[in-house]
């Protein structure tokens, strides 16, 4: 099992840049891909992006391509999300989660692992 603390959430005006950071714990942190995923109030969560346990393959959500960028450190064991340009209808939870698997999914149902979510609100 991996846990999962995710930071670095706020308020930011539209147009803005945040780059919340998602420390990980656990033995197996770097045989895992890791994901992104963000629910706003009163819809379902959403994948956002994600990466390979390597670090060479990335995936986005088109919502958030071009914008978003997904990196990770597998030496401190932390996943980072640096937003751009951020719109209004980025505000959300964000949550960092760790894959069953190596590879990158979208889909909630490919990861085992959840932070507790990180606010992020982005003003007009």
């Known amino acids: 099992q991996v846990q999962l603390v995710e930071s670095g959430g706020g308020l930011v005006q539209a147009g803005g840049s945040l780059s919340p950071p998602c420390a990980a714990s656990g033995r197996t942190f770097t045989r895992r891909a890791l994901g992104w995923f963000r629910q706003a109030p009163g819809k379902e969560r959403e994948f956002v992006a994600a990466?390979?346990?390597?670090?060479?393959?990335?995936v986005y959500a088109d919502s958030v391509k071009g914008r978003f960028t997904i990196s990770r450190d597998n030496a401190r064991n932390t996943v980072y999300l640096q937003m751009n340009s951020l719109k209004p209808e980025d505000t959300a939870v964000y949550f960092c989660?760790?894959?069953?698997?190596?590879?990158?999914?979208?889909?909630?149902?490919?990861?085992?692992?959840w932070g507790q979510g990180t606010q992020v609100t982005v003003s007009s």
């Open positions: 990466i390979s346990n390597g670090g060479g393959t990335t």
């Open positions: 989660a760790c894959g069953r698997q190596p590879i990158a999914v979208v889909t909630t149902s490919g990861y085992d692992d």
